[in-house]
Nanobody
């Protein structure tokens, strides 16, 4: 599975962005998918994850109620809708996929996209 994240950019605090993760390969529909982010000088951290059939969704406490993860298996694409953005959301965002059960642990993910920069100004 190859992943390509897009949709990042510059937003003002309180604004919105939608990230997309386009996947190649027919297996994507059977893979769990996650979003992670990494700010300068910090470790990559979990943001959100969704099971292959969308029945299970998990969020980091810092984004709960503001971000929504979703996927469209027919389009081999995952999404992260980000609302009420804050300056502390500024980071490079990565999508990832795993053939195992959905997880918040980045070590469980085998496939990673290249990252897309999100910058939120105050």
């Amino acid at each position: 599975v190859q992943l390509q994240a897009s949709g990042g950019g510059l937003a003002q605090a309180g604004g919105s962005l939608r990230l997309s993760c386009a996947a190649s390969g027919r297996a994507f529909s059977t893979y769990a998918m996650g979003w992670f982010r990494q700010a300068p000088g910090k470790e990559r951290e979990f943001v959100a994850a969704i099971s292959w059939g969308s029945a299970l969704r998990y969020y980091a406490d810092s984004v709960k109620g503001r971000f929504t993860i979703s996927r469209d298996n027919a389009k081999n694409t995952g999404y992260l809708q980000m609302n009420s953005l804050k300056p502390e959301d500024t980071a490079v965002y990565y999508c990832a996929a795993t053939p195992r059960v959905v997880s918040q642990n980045r070590a469980e993910y085998d496939y990673w996209g290249q990252g897309t920069q999100v910058t939120v100004s105050s």
